[in-house]
């Protein structure tokens, strides 16, 4: 292996930006080495540097990046001697990328077959017929169903998995020595994901194609890589084969990464997470040696702050390094960074009941044929028949993909839309046909929502205490002035934020703080129920930990009970009591979070959890990869809702017949035709490698 | 937090801020020539009762070349006009008379402009099918003939120069800020309000529009350019200021029959208001560039 050129080497790479603060430096001295038909993993936090990476590697980094030490070779060719013609050449035909939002990578006015024939007509200098045709082969080639349909179409046409497929196929197209893939399923469902993954997988073995594959996400790492590199703020700060990291990782930092995600066996009583504690130096902020170091348990005063630190090799494994100056000081293997783990909360009484809920979107057809035949109003049914309860101090989970209808339902509680049919009771009292601009101050300040995008939750105009203020002012929960002050003050204390950020604005604030300013906002005012929409999932893993753990000890001090939406099952998993699963509008399966997880499971349950990538060797996983795409709420279907994508369909049943909801143990409901005899067969999906007990 | 602590502490804070966007002017040479051409004569307007200039309405010795010396030892700096009035008094006391006028009927065209145009965006449906046919009726009407009909009709005066560039900006402005809100009020902080239970009117002027105010500082400084030139226009077409206040634009039509015999009488004027407008649009253009950069 040591004879071959590698395909890409990067050798202390140093990249900067220029901007109005002067030079920062965003990548220091990182060094890759690709070989051929490898794939290597780049795995860091929002920040560190690792989109960077692939932008220099690409030579394309904008008016002010510039490469400001070190060199990058491509088939041992140094990257920065080639004239921009050369490098043009080179880009989309001898190295592709792939980006995270695959609408933003295809041209919305051409059709498919139209960009993907332009790659030949552009290196190879082909015919458009001759273009189309290769084209076609590669669409099949990437899995996709009806590749000439999909050549005739334009990007909107087709959905975001589909696109991802076809920017993968161009990427392909010109058979590329190295393909980078920043963060490509970052935008899909799981379940879209994991089949994505699947491809990309088979992409080394099928083109021989080296990766660079680019991801916060150390399970996907996991799944497609043979080697990873872990960056943290500009740094690489370990690197090996991903077994290696995996398994016997060294660097404090990978270790705190892997502590703070929520692994399939997690409970939040019995395995808190352990969140990384501070937060991301910001570049020009970067401390003198170890950049890690004020967040590091091990930290030595004198010997990390001492100036740069190199990466060093472990003894026994060749490619495994750490930079970390008390890399063989730390033993491991006496180390405990256990979370404290907290006693089970007595759920209360039922303080929401959700009964029958629908929710009809009505949409007017003004085509002539729809006039014609008197045919004009069509519903979209994005809630059908939703029913279950929430008690005090529970967290219910409601799990869905996109177009689930879980933000529909989110809404219609919040009194933002209106229910079509059925109740929904806040303490006994029906909301589900009430706006919210006519319910009592007093009703609306005991429902409360927490957002998801951190960038957007906050008004930029106002002062972060001006915010929760309002709200307290708002239900009337304090109105001295001087009150307020304190009450603004107390929530900062529980949200664990220096008193001082009341005078601060939005923008001065990290995306994790913004995250705890919502939810002291939305605790404000004494609610009894908080909304939580994907709280954490914008967030960076290591702050995510923190983040949720705030949420559910604030959540048990107050006994509020938290409706918790996600697509994210891990989290789910760690964070909820109970657990509703929505697919197309319809609930298929509730129950607690035990009997949810673990089988018989719904077989879309079932197809979640397998989609779920889990960042442990030791864990094997039954692989179900969905074929096709949610379908639309316009048109129902007649039968089970999961019936174009069910593995487990029976036949004309699921077609014909909506599945009753059958009872399987006390609390444990779902709606599937399937025999008891074959739901009592299933597996689990996980089987945990050192103790299989089934999750 | 308290209304007491916003007056104790915001001002301190909204200071520094301001000095340090006036900082951020620098990074734009063309925002810094804007802003000194227009400062120049926002300048020039204020301090001209202190500085010692003949009474710009006062008949001297017609037809003086610029420079020349007048009776009294004293000098016409840029000459004096067909009635003998001194050119340099006129054009700075004009610069006063075009400064209130731009800036106060920009100023109202806005008000009028942001509320249709945050009601239209943020009500949505019916408030905006009906406020967006008014601006488009508005827009389709020539605005020369909008300003003549209604200058003719009412008469000339500053009131109705306000009322006319209102007619002729607030749909403009309308779209624009409709335009904003619409994408505004997708964001999360909106819903928040609206879960709280908030008056669309709170939620309008409160949680909306202060973040709508970026792109409308840039517009607004363009607007006051477009402004100036109507204002010039009409006193060109002698729909202006009433007589004899010095209005540029009638400065110009006096003159220019006189111009092969005496071309400082109108070229003087007309570099006045070629040069305020150009300074309010160089400074939006820079302010522009400013806001794009990071």
């Known amino acids: 292996m040591s004879e071959q050129t590698p395909v890409l080497e990067c050798n202390n790479l140093s990249v900067s930006y220029f901007t109005r603060a002067g030079e920062i430096p965003a990548v220091v001295d990182f060094n890759l080495r690709v070989m051929s038909g490898e794939a290597v993993g780049i795995v860091g936090e929002s920040g560190c540097g690792k989109s960077t990476v692939a932008l220099a590697i690409m030579q394309y980094m904008g008016n002010n990046g510039d490469i400001v030490g070190g060199e990058i070779k491509f088939n041992g060719q140094d990257m920065a001697a080639m004239s921009e013609e050369e490098l043009r050449q080179l880009r989309g035909s001898k190295i592709s990328m792939v980006?995270?939002?695959?609408?933003?990578?295809?041209?919305?006015?051409?059709?498919?077959?139209?960009?993907?024939?332009?790659?030949?007509?552009?290196?190879?200098?082909?015919?458009?017929?001759?273009?189309?045709?290769?084209?076609?082969?590669?669409?099949?080639?990437?899995?996709?169903?009806?590749?000439?349909?999909?050549?005739a179409s334009y990007p909107h046409q087709i959905s975001g998995g589909q696109q991802q497929r076809v920017v993968i196929a161009m990427a392909l197209l010109s058979k590329p020595e190295l393909l980078l893939l920043d963060e490509p399923t970052t935008a899909l469902d799981v379940t879209v994901q994991s089949g994505i993954i699947d491809l990309i997988k088979d992409i080394a073995k099928e083109f021989g194609t080296s990766m660079i594959y680019i991801s916060h996400n150390l399970g996907l790492i996991l799944e497609t890589c043979d080697r990873m590199t872990v960056m943290y703020s500009g740094e690489a700060v370990e690197e090996g084969t991903v077994d290696e990291v995996f398994d016997h990782m060294r660097h404090p930092y990978t270790h705190g990464l892997f502590a703070s995600i929520p692994l399939p066996g997690a409970d939040k009583n019995e395995r808190p997470l352990v969140p990384i504690r501070g937060q991301l130096p910001l570049p020009h902020q970067r401390p003198v040696g170890c950049s890690f170091g004020p967040r590091c348990d091990f930290f030595k005063e004198g010997q990390?702050?001492?100036?740069?630190?190199?990466?060093?090799?472990?003894?026994?494994e060749e490619l495994h390094h750490a930079r970390c100056e008390r890399l063989n000081e730390i033993d491991w293997s006496t180390h405990k960074s256990e979370g404290v783990s907290s006693e089970d909360i007595e759920a209360g009484e039922v303080v929401l009941e959700v009964d029958h809920m629908k929710k009809y979107y009505e949409i007017r057809d003004n085509s002539l044929a729809a006039l014609l035949s008197g045919d004009r109003i069509k519903?979209?049914?994005?809630?059908?028949?939703?029913?279950?309860?929430?008690?005090?101090?529970?967290?219910?989970?409601?799990?869905?993909?996109?177009?689930?209808?879980k933000s529909t339902f989110a809404k219609v509680l919040m009194g933002l839309e209106q229910a079509t049919g059925g109740e929904i009771r806040l303490h006994g009292q029906d909301l589900?046909?009430?706006?919210?601009?006519?319910?009592?101050?007093?009703?609306?300040?005991?429902?409360?929502?927490?957002?998801?995008?951190?960038?957007?939750t906050l008004n930029p105009s106002h002062t972060v205490g001006s915010q929760i203020s309002r709200v307290i002012k708002r239900f009337g929960v304090e109105s001295d002035p001087v009150k307020i002050q304190n009450r603004v003050f107390e929530l900062l204390d529980l949200v664990k934020l220096p008193r001082d950020f009341a005078y601060r604005r939005p923008r001065q604030l990290s995306g994790g703080q913004k995250q705890r300013i919502g939810i002291a906002r939305a605790f404000a005012g004494n609610p009894s129920v908080v909304i939580a929409d994907e709280p954490v999932s914008a967030l960076d893993v290591s702050v995510q930990a923190a983040v949720a753990a705030l949420l559910m000890e604030i959540q048990r001090e107050f006994r509020t009970t938290l409706i918790f939406i996600s697509h994210d099952l891990s989290v789910v998993r760690y964070l909820s009591d109970r657990v509703v699963v929505m697919y197309l509008g319809h609930l298929v399966e509730q129950g607690t979070t035990d009997q949810v997880f673990a089988p018989p499971y719904h077989p879309y349950t079932e197809a979640l959890l397998s989609a779920v990538p889990i960042a442990d060797t030791s864990v094997e996983k039954r692989e179900i990869v969905l074929s096709g795409e949610m379908p639309s709420a316009t048109n129902p279907l007649s039968g089970c809702p999961f019936q174009t994508r069910c593995h487990r369909k029976i036949g004309s049943v699921c077609e014909d017949e909506m599945p009753p909801e059958r009872?399987?143990?006390?609390?444990?409901?779902?709606?599937?035709?399937?025999?008891?005899?074959?739901?009592d067969a299933m597996e689990p999906v996980f089987v945990m490698g050192n103790d299989k007990t089934a999750a | 937090m308290n209304t007491n602590d916003h007056s104790m502490s915001q001002p301190a804070r909204g200071f520094a801020r301001f000095?340090?966007?006036?900082?951020?002017?620098?990074?734009s040479p063309i925002a810094i020539f804007g802003l000194a051409l227009v400062m120049l004569w926002v300048i020039l307007a204020l301090i001209a009762p202190l500085l010692p200039l003949f009474d710009p309405n006062t008949p001297l010795e017609p037809f003086k070349k610029p420079f020349s010396d007048a009776k009294d030892g004293a000098t016409y700096w840029l000459g004096t006009d067909h009635k003998g009035r001194d050119m340099l008094s006129r054009v700075i006391f004009g610069a006063q008379l075009v400064l209130i006028w731009a800036t106060f009927a920009t100023a109202v065209a806005y008000f009028f402009g942001v509320i249709m145009g945050v009601v239209a965006g943020y009500m949505g449906g019916w408030w905006d099918d009906a406020i967006s046919f008014v601006s488009n009726v508005l827009l389709s009407f020539p605005v020369m003939v909008l300003y003549i009909i209604i200058i003719t009709y009412l008469g000339s005066t500053g009131f109705n120069i306000v009322l006319a560039v209102t007619f002729a900006s607030a749909p403009g402005i309308m779209r624009i800020v409709r335009g904003l809100v619409l994408d505004l009020k997708t964001r999360d902080y909106i819903f928040a309000a609206q879960t709280r239970g908030e008056s669309p009117l709170y939620i309008m002027l409160v949680e909306l529009l202060p973040n709508a105010r970026g792109p409308l500082i840039v517009d607004a400084c363009l607007r006051l350019g477009y402004t100036t030139i109507t204002i010039a226009m009409l006193g060109y077409l002698g729909l202006g200021l009433p007589p004899p206040d010095?209005?540029?634009?009638?400065?110009?039509?006096?003159?220019?029959?006189?111009?092969?015999?005496?071309?400082?009488?109108?070229?003087?004027?007309?570099?006045?208001?070629?040069?305020?407008?150009?300074?309010?649009?160089?400074?939006?253009?820079?302010?522009?560039e400013i806001s794009l950069r990071d």
């Open chain 1, 432 to 456: 589900g046909k009430v706006p919210v601009q006519q319910r009592q101050p007093q009703t609306v300040s005991l429902l409360q929502m927490i957002f998801q995008n951190p960038f957007d």
């Open chain 2, 246 to 288: 010095p209005d540029w634009g009638k400065m110009i039509a006096e003159t220019q029959p006189l111009g092969s015999f005496a071309g400082h009488m109108a070229v003087v004027p007309a570099l006045a208001i070629s040069s305020l407008v150009l300074g309010f649009n160089l400074l939006a253009d820079g302010l522009r």
């Open chain 2, 19 to 27: 000095v340090q966007s006036i900082a951020l002017l620098k990074e």
């Open chain 1, 379 to 405: 519903w979209v049914k994005a809630n059908e028949d939703i029913s279950f309860n929430a008690r005090e101090a529970e967290t219910v989970a409601i799990v869905g993909e996109s177009g689930c209808g």
């Open chain 1, 663 to 679: 009872m399987l143990a006390d609390g444990h409901r779902m709606r599937c035709h399937l025999d008891q005899s074959e739901l």
């Open chain 1, 99 to 151: 980006y995270q939002e695959p609408m933003a990578s295809l041209n919305p006015s051409m059709l498919i077959g139209e960009q993907l024939a332009e790659v030949f007509i552009c290196h190879e200098g082909t015919s458009m017929d001759e273009g189309k045709a290769r084209a076609v082969e590669m669409l099949a080639a990437v899995r996709l169903p009806e590749p000439a349909r999909i050549m």
């Open chain 1, 304 to 316: 990390c702050d001492q100036g740069p630190i190199s990466m060093r090799g472990i003894d026994g």
